[in-house]
């Protein structure tokens, strides 16, 4: 699986961007898809995931109610709705792939994820 993120850039706080990550290979829908993002001098940390069918996702805290992870299994592409955006929200976001089947995993630790993209920049604006 290669994954390509986009739709990064230069936003004022409280504002919106919508990350796209495209997949290529045949099994995407039997893969859960997370986000990561990482500043310099920073461990990459988990921001969220969604299940292979797309029922079930985990955020974590400090973006929840602000972020909103999806896809779209026809397209071989996730999302990343961000609202809301703060300046701590700057960051160059990644997102990752790890074959799951069908089984239920939702996974949130970057050691987890067998394939990455190769990030996008996001820039909050204060």
């Known amino acids: 699986v290669q994954l390509q993120a986009s739709g990064g850039g230069l936003v004022q706080a409280r504002g919106s961007l919508r990350l796209s990550c495209a997949a290529s290979?045949?099994?995407?829908?039997?893969?859960?898809m997370g986000w990561f993002r990482q500043v310099p001098g920073k461990e990459r940390e988990f921001v969220a995931a969604?299940?292979?069918?797309?029922?079930?996702?985990y955020y974590a805290d400090s973006v929840k109610g602000r972020f909103t992870i999806s896809r779209d299994n026809a397209k071989n592409t996730v999302y990343l709705q961000m609202n809301s955006l703060k300046p701590e929200d700057t960051a160059v976001y990644y997102c990752?792939?790890?074959?799951?089947?069908?089984?239920?995993?939702?996974?949130?630790?970057?050691?987890?994820?067998?394939?990455w993209g190769q990030g996008t920049l996001v820039t909050v604006s204060s």
């Open positions: 990752a792939a790890v074959y799951t089947g069908t089984y239920y995993s939702i996974p949130f630790v970057a050691a987890e994820y067998e394939y």
């Open positions: 969604i299940a292979w069918s797309g029922g079930d996702t």
């Open positions: 290979g045949r099994t995407f829908s039997r893969h859960a």
